[in-house]
């Protein structure tokens, strides 16, 4: 199977899965809801839960198998999304290539449908998952809530908060990034390998991997806020200059950043080495972050 026929499987299972793990908007409170589907369902591209399918690809997992922790990612992935748009935050009326959620609704609601997505995230991963056995459940559920907190993507929002007109150089960059980015890739990752009962060393292979893939999605996002349309990305493109934000772009130049983005890209393909032909899949989507337009 070629590659966008894989990724197109997935993303389709990834919107079915989420469209039956999100409560009915029917149900009460229906406006909450609404407002949750709204910033969930009918867009994005899927990456998280690609890259917890393509780990598990490696040892063989059904996607039945990978659909819950695929969906717990992206369920995280969403609700930060919500909450980086608020005026408190990043202040962004447009996401996904619509309103964003408290434009839509208000931001008491954004604030509610983020809280909801971050506990359903936790409550489809604690659900029985056939095929997992317990304990390894356990570190999975783990794994995520760390990836998440302040020594993961809560962290590094509010290491990027801080960092708002203030000169960073190229480390303190990596680390806000290593955090505010690369946490949740990196868990989407681990969680499709722990799916299949991966062992200690083909856990460290793939976190190597995933380590240069999220700082990869984050240089390859600078460039695109740097260089793209607002049309074409979904979202506010230039916002980094506008709010004087430390980028890979404004330290190293667009130049240097995509020298660095290819480094990333050839280091990602390397790691990779020990899982031969099975790792097909984390290979294309290593290209597949670079060379994304949106
Ligand atoms: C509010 C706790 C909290 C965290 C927010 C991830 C994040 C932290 C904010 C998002 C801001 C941002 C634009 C980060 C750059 C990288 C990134 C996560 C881009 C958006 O992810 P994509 O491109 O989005 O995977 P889609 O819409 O395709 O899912």
Redesign the pocket.
């Known amino acids: 199977m070629d590659f966008s026929t894989w990724m197109s499987g997935i993303q389709q299972r990834t919107e079915s899965a989420l469209e039956a793990a999100l409560p009915a908007p029917t149900l009460a409170p229906a406006n909450l809801h609404e407002a949750m589907r709204y910033a969930v369902l009918g867009?994005?591209?899927?990456?998280?839960p690609l890259l917890c399918h393509a780990a598990g690809s490696i040892f063989n997992i059904a996607g039945s198998v990978l659909d819950a922790p695929a969906i717990a990612v992206e369920l995280i992935?969403a609700y930060?999304?919500v909450?980086?748009d608020l005026p408190c935050?990043?202040d962004d009326d447009l996401r996904?290539g619509k309103p964003s959620c408290h434009v839509q609704y208000d931001e008491a609601t954004a604030l509610l449908v983020g809280d909801a997505l971050q506990t359903l995230a936790f409550q489809t991963l604690s659900n029985r998952l056939a095929g997992i056995a317990a304990a390894r459940q356990l570190d999975m559920l783990h794994l995520l809530a760390v990836a998440s907190g302040s020594r993961g993507?809560?962290g590094?929002?509010a290491i990027d908060l801080a960092a708002v007109g203030q000169q960073l150089d190229i480390g303190e960059l990596e680390f806000m990034h290593i955090h505010?980015?690369g946490a949740?890739i990196r868990s989407a990752v681990l969680l499709g390998a722990h799916c299949g009962e991966a062992a200690p060393d083909a856990l460290e292979h793939l976190g190597h991997y995933a380590n240069r893939i999220g700082l990869l999605?984050?240089v390859v996002?600078d460039i695109l806020d740097a260089e793209a349309s607002t049309a074409t990305l979904g979202?506010t493109a230039g916002k980094d200059a506008a709010q004087n934000k430390p980028t890979y772009v404004n330290i190293l130049g667009a130049r240097e950043a995509k020298a660095m983005a290819s480094k990333l890209r050839q280091d990602a393909h390397d790691v990779l080495a020990p899982f031969g032909a099975s790792a097909l899949r984390l290979h294309e989507l290593a290209d597949f972050i670079v060379e994304r337009t949106f």
């Not at 867009?43 to 998280?48: A, H, Y």
């Open positions: 867009g994005g591209k899927r990456v998280r992935h930060s999304l909450h980086d935050m990043d996904r993507m809560a590094g929002q505010k980015t949740l999605f984050q996002d979202k």
